[in-house]
Every structure is written in C-alpha cells, then in structure tokens.
C-alpha cells in the first residue's frame, strides 16, 4: 500500500504516517527530512526530487510519505493508492500546533536528524518565518487544494480519505492494522 498523508502544519500528519508505517510495515517517507538541511537551509528541488524517487524506489510495494509539499504531487501521486487528508478544525490545528512548538522548544529535540534545525522562543513566536504562522496562513488554501483534487479526473486512481476528527484517525489505523496479516 503506498500511503501520502497531507494536511496542515500541526495537523499530525508525522505522528499518524509513523502510525500507519509500522502498522503496515513500510517505510516512513518524510519529506520534511528530505527537503530541510541544516540552518533551515531548503534542498533544490531537483535533488529533492531525487531524493524522494530514491525513498519511494527503496520500498516499490509500499510506503507511507508524510507531508504536502505540492511540487511533489507529480512525483508522489502518480503511484499512491490513498491519500489521507488530516483536515481537522482550524482550532484544533492551531492548538496542536502551538503544543508541539512548545514542547520542542522547551526539549531543544532536533527536527531531522544531522541538520541541528530546532525550534526557538524567536522563531516560533516573532518571526515572520513562524510555522505558526504558516499553519495559519495554509489551513484555508489547504482545504481548497484538497478539495479541488479529490474531483480532479487525474487523480482518480486514488482513494482519499479525509479525516475530519481525532477519534478517525485512530479508526483508521485499527482498521488497517486489521486488514494487516
């Protein structure tokens, strides 16, 4: 089963892929760790790009990609049977998202291994760069591209499922990990 879970930053989109990858014994394709090298410095999309065809190359029966990156999507989706669209309320997105903020501020955890990118006090709260910011700049735009794809004729090979709660989520990984020998 090859997996792309997308939805807004904060959203859980990491924690149900990790989820959903061991429940169906795959690899966990981030594409956060990817796309950041260190100083929040962005790889060029033509090595990104190559980097994520040699993960998704590594597993050719199955993988669970965790993230949007919309560049992508002709890399991505051409192969992936589901898309699982975390679209959960602004609100709870936006809590969830300042949550984990302060979590790994207060941690100093490393985003992605080797790039010593962490979150700070400044960066999260008062610059201009802020994923909060981000989350809530995206959460509208998301719910649009989103939507616009799941009618989109080119993309009919693919089953989505959009996820409106918090209890669908662990549905959906008991559900799986039942069809899972």
Request: glycine share 6%; no cysteine.
């Amino acid at each position: 089963m090859k997996i792309n879970v997308v939805g807004t930053s904060g959203s859980g989109k990491s924690t149900l892929a990790r989820k959903l990858a061991s429940v169906l014994d795959v690899p966990h394709i981030q594409l956060d760790q990817l796309y950041w090298q260190a100083d929040w410095q962005g790889t060029p999309d033509d090595e990104f790009f190559a980097r994520l065809r040699r993960a998704m190359a590594a597993s050719p029966d199955g993988w669970v990609i965790d993230g949007n990156f919309d560049r992508t999507r002709h890399i991505k989706w051409p192969e992936a049977d589901i898309v699982i669209w975390l679209d959960l309320g602004f609100w709870r997105v936006l809590g969830q998202s300042v949550r984990r903020a302060i979590e790994r501020i207060v941690t100093r955890e490393e985003l992605w291994p080797g790039t010593g990118n962490r979150e700070s006090f400044r960066q999260t709260f008062l610059s201009r760069r802020s994923i909060l910011l981000w989350s809530l700049g995206t959460w509208r735009q998301n719910r649009r591209r989103y939507l616009d794809a799941m009618i989109d004729p080119a993309y009919r090979h693919i089953r989505f499922v959009r996820l409106t709660h918090r209890h669908e989520l662990a549905t959906l990984v008991a559900a799986l990990d039942q069809r899972n020998p």
